[in-house]
């Protein structure tokens, strides 16, 4: 066996949510019966207009995906309102542009700062690089940040720091006049992890223009329904997104993805559609689960709603199964750092599967 470098040996695998086909084969379940409720994806199904560009294009997978995207740039712009040249995208989703970020800055030894509970793929991505995580703290029953714990976190070794607004997987928002302490402690840059900001009607474009230490990072994969096509883009200042580009894969950005986005954001009635049915879907969700004592649900702003499952009886190995067993899928964060074994996290659905969810919950806690 040859040498694996220590970064790798040492890394902890990723856990990302299960495919319907493992959860069939193992639960002999129909996969067309099951209902995803675990990885925060669009119960609308994709833009109409995405699946005829594909359908349309589908003839041109022998040649290599465009090299130039400035149509794609300009579309991402105008939605967001900033400057192409400030755009970046990537063809594995916003995980690619996580990895392309780390590619940019990391030097072994350099520092970054995470929040748990948050998304768990930044550090998964930037040990690799040989980077050193530094936790501050969400804190999980107010379910806000601790800011102090972030500035507190901040040493002269800080490459970046992340946060996550709407924060995966407790669905709380940080408040702008704390992200802007944070840009405003740090010369490190400032990763903001907006990929569930249309459910909240929040975002923090406008700090781009006063901090140049701010990133924001976004994806098609949630509100845009394209989490199958692997597209993510950053949003950051023009010379840094020219850096970023020097090191990022050239074609990982396929043809029937950079199509798909360009239709779906072509399509506004589609987004807007989106955002309501999932938003509709989550306080349908919260206020159904809130009335079952032995649950603690969480306000969420975002596609997902945090549950606190300790008084059960059960922990969340046991109930996601239980779930899974009538053709269920939710997320058991028991791999989120900073959670325990009593916590999962529900994703929207449409309005029928949530009332079938609401009514397994019922028999399965009696
Ligand atoms: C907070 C957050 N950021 C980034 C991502 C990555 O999104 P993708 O790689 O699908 O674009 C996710 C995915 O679930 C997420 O929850």
């Not at 976190?153 to 997987?169: D, E, R, S």
């Not at 050239?250 to 399509?267: G, M």
């Not at 879907?281 to 975002?302: G, I, N, Q, T, W």
């Amino acid at each position: 066996m040859v040498k694996i470098k220590k970064t790798v040996e040492e890394l902890d695998p990723y856990v990302p949510g299960r495919s319907n086909a493992d959860l069939a084969r193992v639960y002999g379940l129909d996969p067309a019966d099951i209902i995803r409720m675990g990885s925060n994806e669009n119960p609308l199904g994709p833009s109409s207009l995405a699946i005829q560009a594909i359908n349309k294009n589908l003839h041109l997978i022998n040649t290599y995906p465009e090299s130039n995207i400035d149509d794609l740039k300009d579309q991402i712009a105008s939605y967001a309102g900033v400057n192409p040249n400030e755009v970046i995208v990537g063809g594995d989703g916003a995980d690619e542009i996580l990895d392309v970020l780390a590619k940019t800055l990391i030097e072994p030894g350099d520092e970054y700062i995470v929040h748990p509970p948050s998304y768990m793929y930044y550090e998964f991505t930037f040990s690799v690089y040989g980077a050193v995580p530094v936790y501050a703290r969400w804190d999980v029953e107010g379910n806000c940040l601790d800011v102090d714990s972030v500035l507190e976190a901040i040493t002269p070794k800080t490459k970046v720091v992340f946060l996550c607004t709407p924060n995966n997987p407790t669905g709380g928002l940080i408040a702008k006049k704390d992200i802007k302490t944070i840009l405003e402690s740090t010369d490190a840059l400032v990763v903001v992890d907006e990929a569930y900001w249309e459910f909240s009607g929040v975002n923090n474009l406008e700090l781009l223009e006063e901090y140049d230490n701010l990133f924001i990072l976004r994806t098609f994969s949630k509100v845009m329904g394209l989490a199958g096509m692997r597209i993510g883009y950053g949003i950051g200042q023009k010379e840094f997104i020219e850096y970023m580009h020097r090191v990022k894969p050239v074609f990982s950005l396929i043809k029937l993805s950079y199509i798909a986005a360009s239709a779906t954001l072509s399509d506004p009635e589609y987004i807007k559609e989106s955002t309501r049915l999932s938003i509709d879907s989550r306080e349908f969700l919260y206020d159904e689960m809130s009335k079952f004592p032995e649950l603690k649900v969480f306000k969420s702003f975002a596609n997902y709603i945090l549950v606190d499952i300790r008084n059960t009886g059960m922990n969340s190995k046991k109930i996601t199964v239980k779930l899974m067993e009538n053709g269920i899928i939710v997320r058991d964060c028991s791999s989120f750092r900073g959670l325990d074994d009593y916590w999962i996290r529900v994703s929207v659905a449409t309005m029928e599967e949530d009332i079938k969810f609401i009514n397994v919950l019922k028999s399965i806690l009696g």
